[in-house]
């Protein structure tokens, strides 16, 4: 599942861009931490910006900020598997409002109207 969200523009956001991504865990380099294998929820303030080539062809880049966001551990698994991705996609719906409330409180972010 990956999908986004409108917010109120910022300088450096525009959306919400919330992910469901399989991690095979183990020790993370960035906060020293061990982490389960499993699903996780990401939720990460994104800028989307949409461009025209001089031919005419238009397309979209989409940036983030590292560091920046939120994950949410949906399911522990042992391993990789449709169904175990299926459950997480469903918990992933229930976490949602959870999740988008976070990041928009921890970094001041309004969703759009």
């Not at 449709?82 to 921890?106: D, T």
Request: with cysteine; proline share 3%; charged share 30%.
């Amino acid at each position: 599942m990956k999908k986004y969200i409108p917010i109120v523009p910022t300088e450096s956001e525009n959306n919400l861009c919330l992910e469901v991504l399989y991690s095979k865990g183990g020790h993370n380099w960035f906060n020293g931490d061990n982490e389960r294998r499993g699903y996780y929820l990401h939720c990460t303030p994104t800028l989307i910006k949409t461009d025209r080539l001089s031919n005419g062809t238009e397309y979209s880049t989409s940036t983030v900020t590292l560091g920046k966001g939120y994950k949410l551990m949906l399911k522990e698994v042992g391993r990789r598997s449709q169904k175990s991705e299926e459950e997480a996609n469903r918990l992933a719906e229930e976490k949602e409002e959870f999740i988008v409330k976070e990041v928009c409180k921890r970094y001041g972010l309004e969703l759009a109207a």
